[in-house]
């Protein structure tokens, strides 16, 4: 089974601080991704990537930024968080673009305060 | 561009009742539609698919039949558990691209 893993399940921070998301697959996936959900505007991409040190703005970029140095590792960075960025975050998978499944970690609910 | 149009929730059904959860796509290419499912506190998993016209995807009882003259996708199930309570999302997939357009997503809560 896939396995896409989330470094926390909650997170509270302050305005201002610098906030590291981590999302790690197990599969050898090409294409990671990450999503922010909330209440009434369903999921929004913030950035994916298909490669290793790749990586390509989704719908809603801004304020966020992204690392991914390793295959199975992507990082969403939010380099001075502020209160409109208290969010769930999800991160997922996919093999390649040919196969259209994601595959969806547990995700990370973030505070900011 | 794409979008994808569901119906607003939340959708309360007592157990055993018919479930229709509604969805409407446009799209700029020649999609593969999904409906992925969020049970509480957990992340999205893949419930059906299906990658051309009239096709039928169908998973737990749950189906859904890709409607191209319509523009269409509604999720539907003959009876329905206490345990299906989640939220539903509806997804498209235009060919050739690694991303997904999701619609808002619909909560469905079922009592007993």
């Known amino acids: 089974d896939v396995k896409v893993t989330q470094s926390s399940r909650y997170l509270v921070k302050r305005t201002g601080e610098k906030v590291f998301l981590e999302c790690v697959q197990d599969?050898?996936?090409?294409?990671m991704f990450w999503y922010r959900q909330d209440p009434g505007l369903g999921l929004r991409l913030i950035y994916f990537?298909?490669?290793?040190?790749?990586?390509e703005k989704g719908d809603i970029p801004e304020g966020y930024s992204v690392s991914r140095e390793k295959k199975e590792r992507f990082s969403l960075i939010l380099e001075s968080a502020s209160t409109n960025q208290t969010s769930m975050y999800l991160c997922a998978s996919s093999r390649d673009v040919s196969q259209e499944t994601q595959y969806f970690g547990p995700g990370t609910r973030l505070l900011v305060l | 561009g794409n979008s994808v149009t569901q119906m607003e929730g939340p959708v309360t059904l007592s157990e055993e009742a018919f479930l229709t959860i509604n969805c409407t796509y446009t799209a700029t290419g020649y999609p593969s539609l999904f409906w992925y499912v969020q049970y509480p506190g957990e992340g999205l998993q893949l419930l059906l698919k299906?990658?051309?016209?009239?096709d039928k995807g169908s998973n737990k009882g749950f189906e859904a039949t890709y409607r191209k003259e319509t523009t269409s996708f509604h999720l539907e199930k003959g009876s329905v558990q206490v345990s299906d309570s989640a939220v539903y999302f509806c997804a498209l997939r235009v060919s050739g691209y690694s991303t997904l357009t999701f619609g808002k997503g619909t909560m469905l809560l079922v009592s007993p």
């Open positions: 990537s298909y490669d290793v040190k790749m990586k």
């Open positions: 599969m050898d996936h090409e294409n």
């Open positions: 299906a990658t051309k016209a009239d």
